[in-house]
């Protein structure tokens, strides 16, 4: 009963209502708090008045109710006007919306007699021209002469919110004490208040009139409240007359000295505890409509707390698996930074390797030439010309091979000191900038839309939608039905399109059907699987698409003919393969001699030669044929056999047998020969499905 309690606290006080009365937008609001919130309106801007100056605001802009003339209905809650500037105002400071209130131009009562005000029913007098505001809905009203008195109390409120605070309440409490209520210690039969020892003595001595009160114990009045007999209410404008009727126009209680004064007289009323009863039967039916929906909502309140689990676990995990990504690429960065050190190693080692090995080169080269230079200095020296010309040619020869040695590119560094490596690290960079989230995830499995899956004849179609919750790209459907006989699915439809029509069928037959989505990630859940039953009976036309040229269709595509001397074919729209199925054709014109063939064809069936020449099809072609005869075709698959009838009379044994595969119906026509089609027939009552016939030849 705890979320009740908000229900049962006045808009303005915040507490319990306290002898609570309605207001004529059905909101509540206590008597006491009602009289604080009152706003006293000049008399030039009071309705009243308006109309009474012939402002031009004819009587049909003002509802009377109960003797109170709405004004405004979207008032903004304050009674601040040009006309009281001198009196001061103060906003009431319990008040909601922010009503001002006035104070009263007369001297407050006693404190005694202030207590006693509620409970005897004696109001100070209600300024003239007072306006009251609700503070929950803003609509304002202009009392009458009666005041607040004419506002009918809400007895039911009070008795609800007498037995709430009764069982909230482990021990009873002063209703007097105004900030922290101290226990009570008795309670007024009279008065029906209960009382603190100190209330008692300040507002219910023992002397005069309250003397003969009886006070009894909190618990025994407690329980005197209980038993206490139905209070009976009295109209508000007969005060001494009970509530007994109610009128249906108005919606209120009435008494009979209200339907005598003429008020009621033309309204429908009716038995008050008639429409006590129905009201309460209402009542109960809406409560239980209001309790459905209140047990979906706690349904969904757990569905929202299991969904807050799951995000918080699938958070945890999608942190826990987007570090294991990054640090999956950091760790391939350092593999690859280790790869690229070892490069930069290797060029390194190569290039003090080739300097190295010039150094070297070049110091024995160097360490050869100064050898070679200081000998031939000392062989200068010598002064024997006979032996220095014994060796000087020799020198000669050596000195020029030795410096042709330090020819060209000799002294060019065969390395330079400079790396000529540089990383590209541009791309990897755009990479880690543009690296995003994006949807890993497959679709989830689609929802069929039952109310837009349907079967005509022998054709289905099948619509889907997503999940509404759903935030998962799809790139595609894949719709798959299986083989009619509770065989393997396969697919028969791959595509954007949220709606398919499946043609082809075979009549007579249960498929079931499933859909799934698709995307770059892989592929999702099926939907929930189908059943689909396929018509009984087969309504077919014929195919003005594959017909011959020469051949003239009429009656939505049902009567055909031929101009032509030479044999035509046309077919049915519809293709057989199971069950069994029964078509007639009337014959509407018969001259010329025409050759007219009855039968079944394949699909590939030559067009321009006699139905029955070929091994695609099988006809009838004799037999009695003539205008107005009526040629019949029986085709069963479940025993695989073909019966013609001309006339309702069978022509001969059975035609074929061990038909498979599918089949049309078919006719070839010439010599302006005329047929009509009468599809969808009962099979003919002689013919029973599924026995045994006896063995006929096959033509």
């Known amino acids: 009963m705890d979320e009740m309690e908000e229900e049962l606290k006045c808009p303005v006080c915040g507490s319990f209502f306290r002898e609570p009365i309605i207001l004529p937008c059905s909101h509540n609001i206590c008597l006491a708090c009602a009289r604080n919130i009152l706003v006293q309106t000049p008399e030039a801007e009071s309705p009243q008045s308006s109309r009474a100056s012939g402002s031009g605001v004819s009587d049909y802009d003002y509802l009377e109710l109960d003797k109170m003339s709405l004004y405004s209905e979207t008032d903004s809650g304050y009674g601040s006007y040009g006309g009281f500037v001198s009196a001061p105002t103060t906003p009431c400071q319990k008040s909601p919306n922010g009503v001002r209130v006035f104070p009263p131009t007369v001297p407050p009562p006693p404190l005694a007699q202030h207590h006693l005000l509620p409970h005897t029913g004696v109001l100070p007098p209600v300024p003239r021209n007072s306006c009251l505001t609700c503070p929950q809905c803003h609509r304002s009203l ?323 939608k997503q999940p509404p919750l759903s935030t998962i790209a799809v790139d595609g459907y894949i719709l798959e039905l299986d083989d009619g006989n509770g065989g393997q699915f396969r697919e028969v439809y791959v595509g954007t399109e949220m709606i398919c029509t499946v043609d082809g069928l075979r009549f007579n037959s249960t498929y079931k059907s499933r859909v799934k989505a698709f995307n770059s990630s892989g592929v999702g859940q099926y939907s929930k699987t189908l059943v689909m039953q396929t018509s009984e009976i087969a309504w077919f036309t014929f195919d003005s698409v594959s017909a011959h040229p020469d051949i003239i269709l009429s009656n939505d595509n049902l009567t055909v003919t031929c101009n032509s001397y030479d044999d035509r074919v046309i077919m049915g729209n519809t293709g057989f393969s199971r069950g069994v199925h029964y078509w007639e054709m009337t014959i509407d014109r018969y001259d010329n001699h025409p050759d007219p063939a009855f039968g079944i064809a394949r699909a590939d069936v030559l067009k321009d030669v006699m139905l029955g020449k070929d091994d695609k099809a099988w006809a009838i072609t004799d037999g009695g044929i003539s205008k107005g005869a009526t040629v019949g075709v029986l085709l069963d698959f479940s025993r695989g056999i073909l019966l013609f009838l001309i006339n309702d009379e069978q022509q001969g044994p059975v035609a074929f047998n061990t038909l498979e595969g599918m089949y049309y119906p078919a006719i070839s026509l010439n010599r302006n020969v005329q047929v009509t089609l009468h599809s969808g027939l009962p099979v003919p009552d002689f013919y029973t499905p599924g026995e045994s016939e006896a063995a006929g030849s096959v033509c």
């Open 142 to 464: 202009t009392l009458d002469d009666r005041g607040l008195r004419g506002f009918p109390k809400n007895r039911v409120l009070e008795g609800v919110v007498d037995r709430y605070q009764q069982s909230k309440a482990a021990a009873l409490k002063c209703q007097l004490c105004e900030k922290s209520p101290r226990e009570a210690t008795v309670m007024c039969e009279q008065c029906d208040v209960f009382y603190c020892d100190p209330c008692r003595l300040r507002c219910h001595p023992p002397r005069g009139p309250l003397a003969k009160h009886r006070l009894v114990p909190p618990a025994q009045g407690r329980i005197s409240r209980r038993t206490s007999p139905r209070k009976i209410s009295t109209c508000t404008e007969h005060e001494l007359e009970n509530l007994s009727m109610y009128c249906v126009q108005c919606k209120t209680p009435v008494c009979y000295q209200c339907l005598e004064d003429g008020k009621h007289s033309t309204h429908e009323v009716k038995a008050l505890g008639a429409m006590w009863k129905l009201h309460k039967g209402q009542l109960s039916q809406a409560l239980n409509v209001l309790s459905d929906r209140a047990t979906e909502a706690k349904e969904f309140l757990v569905q929202l707390r299991n969904m807050v689990q799951h995000i918080q676990e699938n958070g945890v995990e999608f942190e826990a698996c987007l570090v294991a990504q990054c640090d999956a690429l950091i760790e391939a960065l350092n593999r690859r930074k280790a790869q690229l050190l070892s490069r930069v190693t290797k060029e390194h080692e190569h290039k003090l390797l080739v300097v190295r090995d010039q150094i070297s080169h070049c110091t024995v080269k160097l360490r050869q030439t100064t050898g070679l230079m200081e000998y031939c200095l000392e062989v200068i020296k010598e002064n024997d010309p006979s032996g220095f010309l014994q060796i000087s040619d020799a020198l000669i020869r050596r000195v020029h091979m030795t410096e042709n040695q330090w020819g060209k590119g000799s002294l060019t560094p065969r390395m330079s000191s400079d790396f000529d490596l540089t990383l590209d690290s541009g791309p990897l960079l755009q990479t880690i900038q543009q690296l995003d989230f994006v949807q890993m995830k497959v679709p989830a499995a689609p929802i069929l839309q039952m109310e837009e899956c349907c079967t005509q004849t022998n054709s289905a179609t099948l619509s889907w």
